[in-house]
């Protein structure tokens, strides 16, 4: 795709604007995600994965953290010695880091900003979340990027878990997940709350297939990847690093 076909969507900026105005919504570990199909189960599927398969967790890296959600399931498996959260909203991260704060003893590092611009140490993070974050990616260009970056932070034998919203390839199985979506949101809120998300949706986020990103994984270096769930318009999946 070129470039020029993203020139409609939201800046990085103007995503940072609404999620500032969203924080109560995004605090509530059960209700957060109301928006997302299977919102609890791909939390639980991802963190439980992360931990079986990278069960000494020292460094935990939480990309587009929100207001801490995923990482606060994940203390309830593990206790890492140090937690990054990235995210472009700052208060955001400072209710994150509030909440993480009750139940964790260590090093909290906060980092405002795309987190493909900040201060990340490589071959050291062991488990790395991205909940809802890709779909704000971009053109090809941005997608290798971004996924090369993550690999490079991953320590080796770490993982990186995702949920978010994913596309499909064929146009009418697309069309098909998308009648599926819109049917679950208008049991959430009604044809207005629906019509709102899928408003959103088309200013902010440019998706990908979790067929795409599964093989692009593979392509950045990740020697194993897993499909945990997948459900409509959105999926829980994730990648190891080999081992040194």
Not at 162 to 188: F, K
Request: proline content about 4%.
């Amino acid at each position: 795709m070129q470039a020029d076909a993203y020139d409609n969507k939201s800046s990085l900026e103007e995503i940072r604007v609404r999620f500032d105005q969203d924080v109560e919504r995004f605090s509530n570990l059960n209700t957060g995600q109301a928006a997302t199909m299977d919102a609890l189960l791909t939390m639980e599927l991802i963190t439980k994965a992360a931990v079986a398969s990278t069960p000494e967790v020292n460094h935990l890296l939480d990309i587009g953290c929100g207001a801490g959600n995923n990482t606060m399931k994940l203390l309830e498996l593990c206790s890492p010695k140090t937690i990054t959260l990235v995210d472009l909203s700052l208060p955001m991260l400072q209710r994150a880091k509030e909440r993480i704060r009750a139940n964790f003893g260590g090093a909290i590092r906060l980092l405002q900003g795309d987190f493909r611009t900040q201060p990340l140490e490589h071959n050291h993070y062991d488990v790395i979340l991205a909940a809802a974050v890709l779909h704000h990616l971009r053109d090809d260009q941005d997608w290798q990027q971004a996924l090369g970056m993550i690999f490079s932070l991953n320590s080796p034998g770490g993982g990186f878990w995702i949920s978010d919203l994913v596309s499909q390839e064929h146009p009418p199985v697309q069309a098909l997940m998308e009648q599926r979506y819109g049917a679950y949101l208008g049991t959430q809120g009604g044809a207005a709350y629906r019509d709102k998300v899928f408003a959103y949706i088309s200013r902010e986020d440019s998706p990908r297939p979790v067929t795409f990103q599964l093989d692009l994984l593979r392509r950045v270096g990740y020697s194993q990847v897993e499909l945990l769930h997948k459900n409509a318009c959105f999926a829980a999946f994730g990648a190891i690093k080999a081992g040194s």
